[in-house]
């Protein structure tokens, strides 16, 4: 299987209150396997709903998703969760921790229930060594600083290896040096881990360091770029 995410003619509409929202409007994107790509724009543009979409949280309205060979339209019920299981992770601007349960426990959250080959633990314990956190398993979100909350996240992210990793303003509540580490922590795992990035943020200096940086405005895509990133 290829790891490539290919939208065609996307268009996703919001209702309520009467009132119709055009978040996207024929969104035509190719993303190649381990790919590091920007979202930026606008409040409003559309970023979230896309990394939403892209992620198989929500469903367009219209058009395709297509990952490698596979037709998300075609997938039903368990079979996007498993999907998901399988090929994503996501990271939010407000780590969405579970505030009593330890570093170790919410790193392994993604597990439960799933039948894996692995000893859930030990996975655990091994990713939160690689973000540097091997001295936080048993701490609680509220004992960590914000970075230290967002690396848990990272960690929680990878333990069951996507071949994505979408990113929604990671940096944004983190001040910049803080941001920055972070940056370069994803960086590293897409160098490492080959897991293709979709980061969303407003920093145009962390933006200019991926390989790709597409710019968004009213729920269109109004450019794709190089960035100066490999
Ligand atoms: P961004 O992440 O770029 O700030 P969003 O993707 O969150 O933008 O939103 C794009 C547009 O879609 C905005 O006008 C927003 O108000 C609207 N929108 C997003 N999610 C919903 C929703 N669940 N219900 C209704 N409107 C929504
Ligand atoms: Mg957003």
Redesign the pocket.
Known sequence: MTHSIRCISIDKQ?K?DGIK?N?LHDVNLCLEKGEFVAVV??????????LSLLGTLDRPTGGQIIYGDKNANEMKGKEVADFRFENIGFIFQQFHLLPTLTSLENVMVPLFSRRVAYNKKERAEKLLELVGLQDKLNSLPSQLSGGQQQRVAIARAMVHEPHWLLA?EPTGNLDSDTGEVIFELISQLNNEKGCGVVF?THDPVLASRASRIIR?KD?GIISDTAGEGK
Do not use: Q, R
Not at 41 to 49: A, E, I, M, W
């Open positions: 919001f309520g929202t978040a724009g606008p409040s409003g543009s559309g970023k979230s709903t896309l929604d969303v968004m729920g």
